[in-house]
């Protein structure tokens, strides 16, 4: 499990991206970089990780399914994703 101020701070990020999106849009086709620049680091949409929703892990992350490779396989194993079984052959 990561730590829950890793968690937080993603998370303060994500509504700081969301705070100044339409500004930050703005400056962008207006061509003001300047103004760009004086906001603050984290209002960058590149400044947020993907971490998984069950342990925070940031490696290894699924998109599809939003979590590490570590829990996915956990949880597919034991039957909790629906629509995802174990390939045999």
């Known amino acids: 499990m990561a730590k829950k101020c890793w968690i937080e701070r993603d998370a303060r990020k994500r509504r ?15 061509g003001d970089y300047v103004g760009l620049s004086m906001l ?5 949409k590149t400044r ?3 971490r998984c929703k069950v342990t925070g892990r ?3 992350y699924l998109r599809r399914f939003k979590m590490s490779r570590i829990s996915f396989r956990e949880m597919a194993s034991h039957g909790l994703i ?8």
């Open 82 to 89: 629906p629509g995802v079984t174990k390939s045999s052959w």
């Open 16 to 30: 700081t991206v969301e705070k100044y999106a339409k500004l930050r849009e703005e400056l962008k086709a207006k």
């Open 40 to 44: 603050p680091r984290d209002a960058s």
């Open 58 to 60: 940031r490696h290894g």
């Open 48 to 50: 947020t990780t993907n």
